[in-house]
């Protein structure tokens, strides 16, 4: 999965600058020196709880150096606007190939951006850092033993 | 009683619609509060005025950008899920509307319907869900049937109108299979859907200033 190249980046879209931030920062704990482009789009402001789509596609825009980019979202309007962004990032300048280089990862999103970095950091693709991502959880249910399944 | 839309007469619709939600803003987050997360009617009332300012600072543009502007300015401003949903339901209007000057009653009502497509295609959700859908699919419905009836712009909208308001009463016994009032799963029953109460709002500020 390795290969060389520009990393993937990663896009934290959650409804508080706060919480998206901080993921962020525990993200760029894990990338073990590596340059992985961590960008944030959360909150209308620093205070006022909300996502913004425009913010979101400008965010893609500008993480997306070549590899593409894995956004993880908290929930909600998170997901919705992470959806709309893409057919936003014309109106924001994007590069034409980034909308098929961009995956909404349906991992959670504090252990999702942490694995994310880890991975990305690796030189993994960004289909690898979405799967990853997603099964974030996986070490926390097997450490606390937790069997229940949610109905498909 | 113009048969056409012109950009005043979108500018007129969505300052009515901006009054309404202001006027009906604490009663919009009540409903909320009862099955969301009370923010809808300050989230609505902020993006609206984004969507007013908008207005006043572009005052000759076409009915696409205008539309446009006003979709823009809702996904930034207003922060919950309404934003994307109304936001796409404008950003598809201004779409279909293309680079005419002006909408007659039909490409208006191609217009809203292209909307209502967008809102289903984000969204996800279906008539039934408990959601801003089951004020709107009825609207568009209805919009359509009077003009195809021959009826003028003005009279199909209040039918609209009256098909929305009709549509978010009925949101009242539903359980809600989409947004944040399905983690209430039953306990979501009894109450209106804000979405829908200011979807008929959305629909009967049309009425009151187009056609």
């Known amino acids: 999965m390795t290969v060389n190249g520009p990393p993937v980046g990663i896009v934290v879209v959650s409804h508080s600058r706060a919480l998206g931030t901080a993921a962020a920062e525990l993200a760029r704990e894990v990338t073990a020196g590596a340059d992985v482009p961590v960008s944030v789009a959360a909150g209308l402001d620093d205070t006022t709880l909300g996502t913004d789509a425009a913010a979101i596609a400008t965010a893609i825009a500008t993480t997306d150096r070549g590899a593409g980019v894995v956004v993880l979202m908290d929930l909600g309007s998170a997901v919705l606007s992470a959806e709309l962004a893409l057919d936003l990032l014309d109106d924001v300048g994007a590069d034409p190939a980034t909308r098929d280089r961009t995956v909404l990862c349906p991992g959670p999103l504090v252990e999702g951006v942490v694995v994310a970095a880890a991975t990305a950091a690796t030189g993994a693709n960004r289909d690898q850092v979405s799967a990853d991502a997603a099964a974030a959880l996986g070490p926390k249910r097997t450490h606390l033993g937790y069997s229940w399944e949610p109905a498909p | ?211």
């Open chain 2, 1 to 211: 009683m113009a048969e056409t839309v012109d950009p005043e007469a979108l500018g007129r619709w969505l300052c009515a619609f901006a009054d309404a939600v202001r006027d009906a803003a604490d009663e919009l987050t009540a409903l909320d509060s009862a099955i969301g997360d009370a923010d809808h009617g300050a989230n609505m009332r902020r993006g609206m005025t984004a969507v007013v300012g908008k207005l006043e600072s572009a005052p000759d543009a076409g009915p696409a950008a205008l539309l446009k502007s006003a979709g823009m300015a809702l996904v930034s401003t207003v922060g919950g899920a309404s934003g994307p949903l109304y936001g796409t339901l404008f950003l598809r209007m201004a779409t279909a509307a293309g680079d005419r000057t002006e909408l007659d009653a039909a490409g208006f009502a191609a217009a809203l319907r292209a909307g209502l497509d967008g809102v289903v295609a984000r969204g996800k959700a279906a008539p039934g869900d408990k959601t801003m859908l089951d004020a709107l699919v009825p609207a568009v419905d209805a919009l359509d049937a009077r003009l195809a009836e021959g009826n003028g712009l003005r009279d199909a909208l209040r039918a609209a109108a009256d098909a929305a308001d009709a549509g978010s009463d009925a949101t009242i016994p539903l359980v809600a299979r989409k947004g944040r009032a399905s983690y209430l799963g039953e306990r979501s029953a009894g109450h209106r859907d804000p979405g829908a109460a200011s979807t008929a709002l959305l629909v009967r500020a049309a009425a009151e200033t187009l056609g």
